[in-house]
Structure formats: structure tokens, C-alpha cells
């Protein structure tokens, strides 16, 4: 079996959408929700809703892709209002909420929000989005991050877990953790796209991207590693009590599997659903089941976190 837990809250299996990508809208949503997907999380909402960046603001790679979409969204009142009627109507699964704001003020706005609309389920709240210009990732300042987990949790008591950016220093691992474990945080999800990259077109000589000049969050396989990196240092960090949502260049079992192994309780697809679509959580659960098979592995438990060292 794959299946998994979130703060005691039970999924079929471990697989599901990274925020930002199927999870625009009712419809989008909706075939996540039909397809073999533990779960989905829908696109950041912020206060009111947002058209993002001029097009062309996504492109795909032979190795992943580039975005710079900033945060288009329906505003977080309409992602609340289905999901809760989607949770009425089912209801043994559970849900993600995602949601961000552009100050702490903004994220105690919107988490007073999520409590009154009476959502049961799993609020992500996103510290780490690269491309709204002019406003910085907020996962890389140390204090700012604990300064707004410190007032979130004096304003919000349900399951609340946090996007990160990637890090890439081992001190920033210990710092950030450090400051993570001082909260009633559910989970922590690594990583967030790598923030800023250039793609270019050779031939004419050309960005790929309108916003930015072509600067962009890097998605794909350019991230397994440091999304690997970044699961497995805050595995060996963090409280047992908080626990990791893997995200970052899964596009197949070996990759899921990998990402549990470094200590993820849940994995998310963002890239590879793009290309695929939600099919790709039939085929993912297929072989993942498949390579647990051959190890003669039958529950997560058996290997999650269990990474060998030389
Ligand atoms: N893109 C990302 O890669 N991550 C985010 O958190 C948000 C966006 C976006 O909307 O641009």
C-alpha cells in the first residue's frame, strides 16, 4: 500500500499536484479530484484575485520548465467556497488550501478567512514564490519567516504547513529548521521551484519568458537533487512531529520513491503534471507500487527516511 498520513488525517496514497500547476479553477481541480490522486492543493489564493504576469510566462524544457506566471489566482474566498463543497461531498479525503500574502498582516487576513468559511482540512501556506517583481522570496529572510509563524500562530489553530524555497547551505538548513521547530507547523514542503533561473532560446538568441526578462522559477529534473537535499537535511532536522511534503523533479516511481527515502511523508508533481497531465498519478502509483514490490517493501513506513550513508 501507499498510502499515507497528514497529521493523523488519512490519503489512499502519497501522490498529488504541487500548487500552481491543474488547480486554477472548478475544472482543473476537479479532474485532479477525479483522477488516482491522493489530494490536490490549489493555486496560492491571495486576498483578492490577480491576473499574474504577462504571457508568455510558462515554458517547457527537455529537462523541466521556467514560470514566471505571478500568482494568478481566483482569490482565495473562491478556492475555500469549492473546496469545502468538494470535501461535503466526500467526505473521507481530505484537502489542501493554499494561500499567500504579500505582508503578515495579509497572511492574518487570510487565515481569518480559511476559519470562517469552516474548512476542515490542510491550509499550505506559501513562503516562497519567486516572481511577483519587486517583492522578495520570503523563505530566504530568516527573521521575517519567524516573525510571521511566530503571529500565524498566535491567530490560527488548524493544520497549517508551509512551502519553502530551496536552500543550499548547510547553515541555512540548521538556522531555518531551528526556527521551524519553535511552531505547531503540520508539515514543511521542499521545495518551491529554484527561483530565478534563465532559459534561453540559442538559435534567436532569445528568453523564453516575457516577465522579468526571462528570469523564472526552475522546475524538472534541473531539481532532484536539491529538492532530494532539501527533504532529506530538514528530515534529519526537524521535530518528528512536523513532516515533509516532497516536491521537486518527480516524473516517476524511482523519483517518488527516492524522495520518501530521504524522509517525505507526501510527494507532489508539478512539472511532470504539466507535460503529462492527471494521468500521471496512475502511472507514478503504478511504479511506485511496482519497485516497493521488488524490494519487498509493503508499507511506506518500511522505508521512509531510511536514506543509507557511505
Ligand atoms: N511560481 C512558482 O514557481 N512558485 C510559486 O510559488 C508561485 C509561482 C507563480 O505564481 O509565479
Known sequence: STATKIAQKKFDNCIMNASGVWCYDEKELSALDKSEA??????SGTLESRKGNPKPRYFETDLGSIN???LPNQGLEYYLNFVNKVQEQNPNKNYFVSCTGFNVQEDVLLLEEVKKSGFKGIVELNLSCPNVPGKPQTGYDFE??????????ENYEGLLGVKLPPYFDIVHFDQMAKILNKYPLTYIN???SIGNGLYIDEEQEKVVIKPKNGFGGIGGDYIKPTALANVHAFYQRLDSRIQIIGTGGIKTGRDVFEHILCGAS???????LMKEGPSIFRRLTRELEAIMRSKGYEKLSDFKGKLKYM
Open 266 to 272: 507526501m510527494v507532489q508533481v508539478g512539472t511532470a
Open 190 to 192: 521542499s521545495v518551491n
Open 68 to 70: 514566471s506566471m505571478g
Open 144 to 153: 521575517t519567516v519567524d516573525m510571521i509563524l511566530q503571529t500565524v500562530f
Open 38 to 43: 491522493a489530494s490536490f492543493v490549489t493555486k
